[in-house]
């Protein structure tokens, strides 16, 4: 599975970075990046319960 952040709609809100920090973090411009494009087998769960809870649907993921 790959996931990415489309920081046009990101708010910089850090709900991503606290939830998986393994797998986001914040730009110096206040908005969040993926550390990884491709999520390891063990944090996919977690990877789309955190896109699932962006308040602005700003995580896209794609592919198993
Ligand atoms: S939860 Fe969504 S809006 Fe908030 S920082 Fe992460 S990607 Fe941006």
């Known amino acids: 599975m790959k996931v990415k952040v489309d ?3 990101c708010t910089g809100c850090e709900l991503c970075v606290g939830l998986s920090p ?3 973090a914040l730009n ?3 908005t969040a990046r993926a550390i990884r494009e ?3 087998r063990e944090l996919v769960e977690e990877c789309r319960d ?3 809870a962006c308040p ?3 995580i896209q ?3 198993v």
């Open 28 to 30: 110096a411009d206040l």
């Open 50 to 52: 955190t896109a699932d």
């Open 61 to 63: 993921v794609s592919g």
């Open 38 to 40: 491709d999520v390891p």
């Open 7 to 9: 920081r046009s709609v």
């Open 22 to 24: 393994k797998l986001f």
């Open 56 to 58: 602005v649907f700003a």
